[in-house]
């Protein structure tokens, strides 16, 4: 259950639909163009290249005031699409772009044009902190070059395992980044995080949810049919088949034919092998669109957001976002970061968080992740924020 952000969240998602895509081509009046597009490809070195897109006013005197994109984790597009109805960099950046805003977005490394598609294997499999940050300034840079950007003005929003780059990449170019924006924040080492969510939030669902007798035991009946702890202690392949028989042969076969599992027996030890195999270092070859053991093993190792905070420069701006149903990086995590900033007294931070938010900033309970289109409130605060801390 492996779902620090990217292609595994979707298996615990909430299955959502809309009558008409907001994703969906607009043509009704194709003769009025808002934003210009244009398409770039960003060499990050040693042989790699990845695509990107600057999106930028139609109309208007530039140069603009400009924003760099940096995904969370998984095998992300430059729109990291999630799901068909969930593409929170496609948002913001139409959303900025309209209001007088230049915005980067850029695919993965190793990664193809579609989230979760892998197009180069080694690159993917082998990437690490480092890459990501020293991506993070190569599309900094690109970004400073084009002409209608104002390279003064110039900020940078990180999602997910993104907020753990944008402060490094800000920090390191002082004078080239005017504001730093943490959407989803990490501020202690990603592995802490990760046992919450595969670990901690999971068995707080089983007490609160499933053990409806506080017996300190969850029925295999409720389980074949919840659809968290379905997708949870049951495979993929059968958990989708639906096969009510099937499910439950083999939950008494892997828990006993009681007709019940122990939560600290049975499902903590579960869970805690899930988390470490979920972790694991010492496999030779990444085959996942997840987080490989390459970069697991870095984001292990490096030095955490909460130390690192307070060296971002004092001229920098920086504002943190988060759902306080956000069940992959979980509020407190905003606030430890937050407190931190206060601690050292950075003259230009603000928080702001979300009731009923989640992970994507849509509507979500605080055990799943529910996948949909950014709430529109989360969009104009982070426009109205940087509108105002962009000024010439």
Not at 99 to 110: H, Q, S
Not at 165 to 173: E, F, K, M, S, T
Not at 244 to 264: C, H, K, P, R, W
Not at 365 to 376: D, L, N, S, V
């Amino acid at each position: 259950m492996s779902i620090f952000f990217g292609a595994f969240m979707i298996l615990s998602a909430y299955s959502t639909s809309f009558n008409i895509s907001l994703f969906s081509e607009i043509s009704a009046q194709s003769d009025l163009q808002i934003i210009k597009y244009r398409d770039l490809i960003i060499d990050l070195g040693d042989g790699v290249k990845t695509n990107a897109q600057l999106s930028y006013p139609a109309i208007g005197n530039g140069p603009f005031p400009a924003v760099l994109l940096i995904h969370g984790s998984g095998a992300l597009d430059m729109n990291e699409t999630l799901t068909k109805n969930s593409k929170p960099f496609w948002e913001i950046s139409q959303y900025l772009s309209e209001r007088g805003f230049a915005v980067l977005k850029y695919d993965k490394r190793g990664v193809g044009s579609e989230s979760y598609t892998i197009l180069n294997s080694n690159v993917w499999g082998n990437n690490t902190v480092d890459d990501q940050i020293q991506d993070g300034k190569k599309a900094l840079n690109i970004l400073a070059q084009q002409p209608e950007v104002d390279p003064k003005r110039i900020s940078i929003i990180g999602h997910s395992e993104g907020t753990l780059y944008a402060p490094r990449v800000a920090i390191d170019n002082p004078t080239d980044v005017d504001n730093i924006i943490l959407m989803g924040v990490l501020a202690q080492n990603p592995l802490k995080v990760e046992y919450f969510q595969d670990v901690s939030l999971s068995l707080e669902y089983a007490k609160q949810v499933l053990d409806k007798n506080n017996s300190g035991l969850i029925s295999i009946q409720d389980v074949i049919v919840d659809p968290l702890y379905k997708n949870l202690l049951l495979p993929i392949t059968v958990s989708q088949t639906n096969d009510t028989n099937a499910m439950t042969n083999y939950l008494v076969e892997q828990f006993g034919n009681s007709g019940y599992i122990d939560i600290n027996k049975q499902v903590e030890p579960f869970l805690i092998k899930g988390y470490e195999n979920n972790t694991a270092f010492n496999l030779l070859k990444c085959d996942t669109v997840g987080i490989c053991p390459i970069l697991w093993n870095s984001l292990a190792n490096m030095t955490t957001n909460l130390s690192t905070i307070g060296n971002v420069s004092e001229s920098i701006g920086i504002l943190i976002l988060n759902g306080e149903n956000d069940a992959q990086t979980p509020v407190q995590q905003a606030f430890l970061l937050h407190q931190r900033l206060n601690e050292v007294n950075h003259p230009d931070h603000a928080l702001i968080t979300y009731p009923d938010l989640g992970h994507a900033l849509y509507l979500s309970t605080k055990w799943q992740t529910a996948f949909g289109p950014m709430e529109p409130d989360v969009l104009a605060d982070l426009y109205s924020w940087l509108e105002s801390h962009s000024k010439e």
